[in-house]
């Protein structure tokens, strides 16, 4: 039997298990997928067992980008971002992947019909979550990407990464303040990109103004559930969706790493928006 995983801490929140395990079933594999909470001082050794048990993995915060070290071999473009969530296992010899931003891609496509290239992009919010699907973006042929942040320096780091690898796609970073700036950047885009981790909680102050947008403009929230930002996106007049169905294409992505067969995408969208559900019943 093969074992899959999720590693991470904490990681009891995962639904990646129930997801997973949907996808599995449905290929018909011999497989198990589990959660492993590891604390970062244990990476390493985490790591060692993996190797011996595991024929792949996910990895979730804080582990995305200190796992670099203990792998073989990373993409190119996981690489690139320093960041990784999959890794493969091919007979001992460790691989890592990033999945997010083919997530966000095939996320951005089924809700809205936007495909990257050409595309200008307004990211609000400048974490790991941020830099990699921007600089998946960029090397996919975007035409702009803008980045709005409370910390001016995280937003100009993503900006020179895309500027240094993608020197054809645009770049233009704001913070939250700069109203006149932030108005053209608004208008002037094909989708904004809420990567912040406000609206986690629901007293979370909102990220943005969104009366700065044209409306019409497609909203899309990193976060997976239906936010205050997503709300008052609605009320002006924008499409929006939120985090999940990212959620599921990184995923699915990662089943067709490790497996080589296509994702049972509908399986594993039915799975992961239930627990979803009951997880958010749970809180409430
Ligand atoms: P992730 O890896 O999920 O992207 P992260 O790296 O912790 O998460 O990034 C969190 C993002 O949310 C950052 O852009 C952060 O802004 P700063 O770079 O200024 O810290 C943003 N964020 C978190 N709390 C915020 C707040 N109260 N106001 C504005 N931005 C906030």
């Given at each position: 039997?093969?074992?899959?995983?999720?590693?991470?801490?904490?990681v009891?929140?995962?639904?990646?298990?129930?997801m997973?395990?949907?996808?599995?079933k449905?290929?018909?594999?011999?497989?198990?997928?589990?959660?492993?909470?590891?604390?970062?001082?244990?990476?390493?050794?985490?790591?060692?067992?993996?190797?011996?048990?595991?024929?792949?993995?996910?990895?979730?915060?804080p582990?995305?980008?200190?796992?670099l070290?203990?792998?073989?071999?990373?993409?190119?473009?996981?690489?690139?971002?320093?960041?990784?969530?999959?890794?493969?296992?091919?007979?001992g010899?460790?691989?890592?992947?990033?999945?997010?931003?083919y997530?966000?891609s095939?996320?951005l496509?089924?809700s809205?019909?936007?495909?990257?290239?050409?595309?200008?992009?307004?990211?609000?919010?400048?974490?790991?979550?941020?830099?990699a699907?921007?600089?998946?973006?960029?090397?996919n042929?975007?035409?702009?990407?803008?980045i709005?942040?409370?910390?001016?320096?995280?937003?100009?780091?993503?900006?020179?990464?895309?500027?240094?690898?993608e020197?054809?796609?645009?770049?233009?970073?704001?913070?939250?303040?700069?109203?006149?700036?932030?108005?053209?950047?608004?208008?002037?885009?094909?989708?904004?990109?809420?990567?912040?981790?406000?609206?986690?909680?629901?007293?979370?102050?909102?990220?943005?103004?969104?009366?700065l947008?044209?409306?019409?403009t497609?909203?899309?929230?990193?976060?997976?559930?239906?936010?205050?930002?997503l709300?008052?996106?609605?009320?002006?007049?924008?499409?929006t969706?939120?985090?999940a169905?990212?959620l599921?294409?990184?995923?699915?992505?990662?089943l067709?790493?490790?497996t080589?067969?296509?994702?049972?995408?509908?399986?594993?969208?039915?799975?992961?928006?239930?627990?979803?559900?009951?997880?958010?019943?749970?809180?409430?």
């Amino acid at each position: 039997m093969d074992k899959y995983a999720v590693i991470g801490w904490p990681v009891e929140h995962s639904v990646s298990p129930q997801m997973q395990s949907a996808g599995i079933k449905e290929l018909g594999l011999n497989a198990v997928y589990e959660k492993i909470p590891v604390q970062p001082h244990e990476l390493g050794e985490a790591v060692s067992r993996l190797r011996q048990e595991y024929a792949g993995w996910n990895i979730t915060v804080p582990h995305k980008e200190t796992i670099l070290p203990h792998l073989d071999k990373v993409e190119e473009a996981a690489a690139r971002i320093g960041s990784v969530n999959t890794v493969v296992n091919e007979a001992g010899s460790l691989k890592g992947y990033s999945t997010d931003g083919y997530g966000l891609s095939a996320a951005l496509s089924e809700s809205f019909g936007i495909h990257p290239l050409g595309t200008r992009f307004v990211f609000i919010g400048a974490g790991g979550a941020a830099r990699a699907t921007a600089a998946y973006f960029a090397a996919n042929g975007a035409g702009k990407i803008s980045i709005i942040n409370r910390t001016r320096a995280k937003a100009d780091a993503i900006a020179e990464l895309i500027r240094e690898l993608e020197p054809g796609c645009r770049t233009q970073v704001a913070q939250p303040d700069e109203k006149p700036l932030l108005q053209s950047l608004m208008q002037e885009t094909d989708v904004i990109i809420q990567a912040t981790s406000l609206g986690l909680k629901n007293d979370d102050p909102l990220p943005l103004d969104l009366g700065l947008a044209a409306a019409g403009t497609p909203v899309y929230d990193m976060i997976y559930r239906a936010t205050p930002f997503l709300t008052e996106a609605q009320k002006h007049g924008c499409p929006t969706a939120n985090g999940a169905s990212m959620l599921l294409y990184q995923g699915a992505r990662s089943l067709e790493l490790w497996t080589g067969r296509e994702a049972p995408v509908e399986a594993m969208r039915q799975a992961l928006y239930a627990s979803l559900g009951a997880a958010r019943a749970k809180a409430s």
